[in-house]
């Protein structure tokens, strides 16, 4: 058995699906199954509409008129049998209608709670799974929010493991192809039964899920590009594909900036040593990237890529006696990490020397509430240290299992970019030793990232 996924760009147009349609059936040789995202930016369509209803603006059926179009244009091309297009067209008018009662609602109500963005942006992954079972040859539809269930983590939802892997091998215990056609992103809440998702890139991680619970031989990541690059190929024209990563190495390359596929995918299967391709829908017969288990060095190079995260917050504090550097550093990791707050990079150049920790700029506010908070005991006393931010700055990583062994290659890319005239306020090697990070200057983002490629791969 092989889990396929097909994002959005993936099933988009005709054109495209058209190319998923031929992939898909040339593979179902064995059991497949196939998890797709919403048509390529209906998921955006659907929440610009909530938006426009919920301000009374009623441009939103202008908005829901679009979505219709969308989806009207594919059920009635060649890609759908002639003599079954009405039907099917009856079955998205049936989501269509409950779709704009949402909007709605909404409008009337002037509210778009939590509850109801995830019940309108379902609506993409519904109607798309649902037309896609009628293109693939002998498909059969199946709907995840039975089999994927998610629980309360913060402010997040997250898969409720245990609970979504007894259902998915229940609902997939009598499979035996050819094919199975399923909605990525959407699940339901473990303990309510509302309908819930898996957030941006979702659909990603229900095909890992699916992937793991039922020990597939691979799990196939079709998307709109080649496979994970040595950099980013908009901004280094010669950046190339990367034949073979660990996972380790993938996992290090997705969370700092490679947007390929979704963080977390990896780690259900990466736990069952199960190989991810990242292959492209539109040049299928590129090989694409294979993450395994292993480390192969297919270069010369120490390094596998570089990557970047332009909009990043440096958070600084500045340890006393009252606080020194250990004690500091400790509870400042303890209170992001309850928060759910991604760190990038943390430094200190000495026992002495201020604290440095990079974070995204998206959770820069939550992170200084949360450390304010924490401290405000001692602040109150005059004793807390004092938290700042520089929201001016940008992380660069550079990637490669191979950096844990050439302990030395900082100074080396620090020198490239001191010799750019890049100035790096901050720097680190990551937790898992794959990582080397540096903060720069926002302005000098894409000359540190060309510096850096330049080094490495030339």
Partial sequence: MRV???GGTSVGTVASLRNVKKIVEEAATEPVIVVVSALGGVTDLLLRAAREACACNREWQQTYDLIVSRHHDVVFSELVALERQQEVWSGVEILLKRLKDYYTGIELLEDFSDRTQCNVVSMGERMSSFIISHIIKDARLFYSPDFIKTEKWFDKNIAATPLTDRLICDTFRDFA???????????TDAATGDITNLGRGGSDYTAALLAASLGAQVLDIWTDVDGFMTADPRIIKDAEVIPHLSFLESMDLCNFGAKVIYPPTIYPVFHKNIPIRILNTFNPSAP??????????????????????AATSLITAAPDS????????????????????????????????PLKLAVRATDAPRALRALREDFAPELSEGTSPVFTEREDVS?????????????????????ALNGAGIDVPASATGASGFTFSMLVNADR????????????FH
Avoid: Y
Wanted: hydrophobic fraction near 40%.
């Fill in 322 to 353: 009252r606080f020194p550097l250990p004690e500091l550093h400790s509870r400042v990791l303890n209170v992001l990490s309850k928060q759910g707050v991604e760190i990038l990079l943390t430094s200190a150049a000495s026992p002495t020397s």
């Fill in 4 to 6: 396929m996924k097909f």
């Fill in 445 to 456: 983002h894409q000359d540190a990232l060309r510096t850096l490629h330049a080094l490495i």
């Fill in 177 to 187: 192809g050819p094919v199975a056609i399923a909605p990525g992103f959407i699940s």
């Fill in 395 to 415: 992380t660069i990583s550079v990637v490669g299992e191979n950096i844990k062994l050439h302990p030395d290659i900082s100074l080396k890319l620090l020198g």
């Fill in 288 to 309: 694409g990237t294979l993450i395994t288990d292993e480390h192969h060095d297919v270069t010369d190079h120490t390094f596998r890529g570089v990557t970047s995260i």
